[in-house]
């Protein structure tokens, strides 16, 4: 994990405002999360809390956020002084994070992708069974190891690039480009295949593993012009996965 969010975190908040985070990523994943209602949920990799907000006000009884990054810890922490959601927070890597109990979903937006070496990517996949109940749910959003990353089309109209070398290795970096409206920022995820992100699950014990496409909300669809979103769509940069603890 080489990225430091520390410095970035206030410009990794704004990007949550990019329309394909909005209308794909969010809706996507607070779809697979479904009924929330008296569930306690951990927000693995939660940044600045905009997960750990949208999942508490969904409906969910216990809400703890994780992350490794100081300062997007500080500003969940903020937040939460501000508006008294009652959403816990804990700084730690997830890979290294001890137990705090047992929950009924754990969710993850850009957490595996940070893996660069298998045994990164199973010590994650342990963590996250570890913080589940027997029959508990993992839905996730990460970069997509199904698609041919060395021949992808420019995402720039949406607000960001993803640059790859020319060898489809594991453990290759992919490096996002984020352009806000006055500023760009990086950030560094790594290719891992879908084999090797099935392997770590089952090694951890889910016994079913989705890899579910992308899909746009109604609200994205009537928002732009048709054909906006066929290059996101046709080359989807990004999964979802949705598994169950056996």
Request: proline residues 4%; charged residues 20%; negative net charge.
């Amino acid at each position: 994990m080489t990225t430091d969010y520390d410095p970035i975190a206030e410009q990794y908040q704004l990007s949550k405002q990019q329309p394909w985070r909005m209308y794909i990523e969010s809706y996507g994943l607070l779809d697979l999360a479904g009924d929330l209602s008296g569930k306690a949920v951990v927000d693995l990799a939660c940044g600045e809390g905009f997960y750990s907000r949208l999942l508490k006000h969904g409906g969910a009884q216990r809400v703890l956020g994780v992350d490794s990054s100081q300062g997007m810890i500080d500003l969940a922490s903020k937040q939460e002084v501000e508006q008294q959601a009652g959403i816990e927070y804990l700084l730690s890597d997830v890979r290294e994070m001890v137990h705090a109990g047992e929950f009924d979903l754990a969710v993850a937006a850009w957490l595996l992708n940070y893996a660069s070496t298998t045994e990164q990517l199973e010590a994650m996949c342990q963590t996250v069974s570890a913080c589940l109940k027997p029959g508990g749910r993992f839905v996730t959003v990460n970069s997509s190891p199904l698609i041919d990353w060395t021949t992808i089309p420019s995402y720039r109209k949406y607000g960001f690039e993803a640059l790859f070398g020319d060898e489809l290795r594991p453990g290759a970096p992919i490096t996002w480009k984020f352009y806000l409206e006055n500023e760009t920022f990086d950030i560094e995820n790594y290719y891992l295949s879908q084999s090797a992100h099935e392997e770590a699950l089952r090694g951890a014990g889910f016994s079913e593993i989705n890899w579910r496409p992308l899909r746009v909300s109604a609200e994205g669809t009537t928002a732009y012009e048709a054909g906006y979103w066929d290059t996101f769509l046709t080359v989807q940069p990004v999964i979802f996965i949705e598994c169950v603890k056996g």
